[in-house]
């Protein structure tokens, strides 16, 4: 069975750091590609970044120079290192799974909350 | 960046009505890589259409969708008591980016 599990999300103040984890099973994450998605409280969904199997990165110009998308295949484990963190970048974080990257995400992890707050 | 705007934003309607949701985007989606998801309130979304009209595994085929370029629409022909959620299309054919979403409540 396919499970994506968030972990590492909390509050945290304005400039802080946190990762997050998503451990998968049921599949081999370094053969797929891996992204994160987040949704502001109350808003809609915005993608993050993206990871692809072969190992190419990219990030949406919101969070770009501050997160960090990697993975480790020995843990079978999708993370995203979030540096200066700013209240806008409070959230719900999902982990999510694509077949290619011209594709759906036909996998949802069930999320991990990020709050930005002094 | 490719804009996806959906209206309407909310649609109240009965069990066993039609629904209709529209997804239009600021250019053109390439090859119709253009895909609608559900998210039931405290859960993550699910992917129901992808490719603008194929329905992904175990998507009841009362769910279709429909479009190209750059107007799609959602259609759910009756709906069921667990389709009141909110629904958001995407494109992943430059990138990737969301429409805002359409509520479905009940009536």
């Known amino acids: 069975e396919v499970q994506l599990v968030e972990s590492g999300g909390g509050l945290i103040q304005p400039g802080g750091s946190l990762r997050l984890s998503c451990a998968a099973s049921?599949?081999?994450?370094?053969?797929?590609?891996m992204s994160w998605v987040r949704q502001a409280p109350g808003k809609g969904l915005e993608w993050v970044s993206i990871?692809?199997?072969?190992?190419?990165?990219y990030q949406a110009d919101s969070v770009k120079g501050r997160f960090t998308i990697s993975r480790d295949n020995s843990k079978n484990t999708l993370y995203l290192q979030m540096n200066s963190l700013r209240a806008e970048d409070t959230a719900v974080y999902y982990c999510?799974?694509?077949?290619?990257?011209?594709?759906?995400?036909?996998?949802w992890g069930q999320g991990t909350l990020v709050t930005v707050s002094s | 960046e490719i804009v996806l705007t959906q209206s309407p934003g909310t649609l109240s309607l009965s069990p066993g009505e039609r629904a209709t949701l529209s997804c239009r985007a600021s250019?053109?989606?390439?090859?119709?890589?253009l895909a609608w998801y559900q998210q039931k309130r405290g859960q993550a979304p699910r992917l129901l259409i992808y490719?603008?009209?194929s329905r992904a595994t175990g998507i009841p085929d009362r769910f279709s969708g429909s479009g190209s370029g750059t107007d799609f629409t959602l259609t759910i022909t009756r709906l069921e008591p667990e389709d009141f959620a909110v629904y958001y299309c995407?494109?992943?054919?430059?990138?990737?980016?969301f429409g805002q979403g359409t509520k479905v409540e009940i009536k």
């Open positions: 995407q494109q992943y054919g430059s990138f990737w980016t």
């Open positions: 490719g603008a009209s």
């Open positions: 250019q053109s989606v390439s090859t119709s890589y």
């Open positions: 990871i692809y199997s072969g190992g190419g990165i």
């Open positions: 049921g599949f081999i994450v370094s053969s797929y590609y």
């Open positions: 999510a799974r694509l077949r290619c990257g011209s594709c759906p995400f036909d996998f």
